[in-house]
């Protein structure tokens, strides 16, 4: 009997050591989430004093620092206004016995190129205040025509000049990748006037905007 026992346990015992024991593989860590946060978007506005709307498309990135609770991003962005306008004039051509007045139909448009610094933070849940400023270049662009006792007149002039902005507002995060903000904008156009523009016409030198976009998270 004893020796029916230790064949068992020999027998088993070489079984055992014949095989191989099963290797514990370790879960793979998850991917750390990007710090910076790329996003791009856009808007539709009303200006106030010049009564025309103002359209604008913008890319950049939320960075991974936070300051008190404010996140910064940066962000590069374009603009698009026009404003068409009508205006009685004196004709300077007429004859000098008597005042001759015509009518100037002129139009002005404007694509103001920025780099902005915005700060954000949040207020309750998927819903946030920001602020920030910005500045750069807008390109202008002004055409006008009249038709002069002497026969028609047309000017057409364009220039490059300092643009600015400062903006304010809040942000809904819809989803993850999806957010509507709202707000609105002081902006400054530098030397806007044109020389030689009559009296009447409306040139733009600053004004507020209101507006309403989309940016999507990438």
């Given at each position: 009997?004893?020796r029916s026992?230790?064949?068992f346990m020999?027998?088993?015992?070489t079984a055992?050591a014949?095989?191989?024991?099963?290797?514990?593989?370790a879960?793979?860590?998850?991917p750390?989430?990007?710090?910076w946060?790329?996003?791009?978007?856009?808007?539709v506005g009303?200006?106030?004093?010049?009564?025309?709307?103002?359209?604008?498309?913008?890319?950049?990135v939320?960075?991974?620092?936070?300051?008190?609770?404010?996140?910064?991003?940066?962000?590069?962005?374009?603009?698009?206004?026009?404003?068409?306008?009508?205006a009685?004039i004196?004709?300077?051509t007429?004859?000098?016995?008597a005042?001759?007045?015509?009518?100037?139909n002129?139009?002005f448009?404007?694509?103001?190129?920025?780099?902005n610094?915005?700060?954000?933070?949040?207020?309750?849940?998927?819903?946030?205040?920001?602020?920030g400023v910005?500045?750069?270049?807008?390109?202008?662009?002004?055409?006008?025509?009249?038709?002069?006792?002497?026969g028609?007149?047309?000017?057409?002039?364009?220039?490059?000049?300092?643009?600015?902005?400062?903006f304010?507002?809040?942000?809904?995060?819809?989803?993850d990748?999806?957010?509507?903000y709202?707000?609105?904008?002081w902006?400054?156009?530098?030397d806007?006037d044109?020389?030689g523009l009559?009296?009447?016409v409306?040139g733009f030198?600053d004004?507020?905007?209101?507006?309403?976009g989309v940016?999507?998270n990438?």
């Amino acid at each position: 009997m004893k020796r029916s026992i230790i064949a068992f346990m020999f027998v088993a015992g070489t079984a055992m050591a014949g095989t191989t024991s099963k290797e514990v593989i370790a879960p793979s860590p998850a991917p750390e989430p990007s710090l910076w946060q790329w996003f791009a978007g856009g808007s539709v506005g009303y200006l106030f004093d010049t009564e025309e709307e103002m359209y604008h498309l913008h890319v950049g990135v939320d960075t991974p620092w936070n300051w008190g609770g404010w996140r910064p991003s940066i962000f590069l962005e374009a603009g698009y206004t026009e404003n068409e306008e009508s205006a009685v004039i004196i004709d300077p051509t007429g004859p000098p016995t008597a005042v001759f007045t015509t009518s100037l139909n002129s139009e002005f448009s404007m694509v103001p190129v920025t780099l902005n610094f915005k700060l954000e933070r949040e207020l309750v849940h998927h819903l946030s205040f920001y602020f920030g400023v910005g500045a750069g270049v807008a390109f202008t662009e002004f055409d006008a025509s009249a038709l002069y006792f002497s026969g028609p007149v047309a000017v057409s002039e364009d220039d490059e000049v300092f643009y600015a902005q400062v903006f304010a507002g809040l942000n809904y995060n819809v989803t993850d990748s999806f957010e509507i903000y709202g707000g609105a904008r002081w902006l400054y156009l530098d030397d806007s006037d044109i020389s030689g523009l009559p009296s009447g016409v409306a040139g733009f030198d600053d004004d507020f905007l209101g507006e309403l976009g989309v940016r999507f998270n990438f």
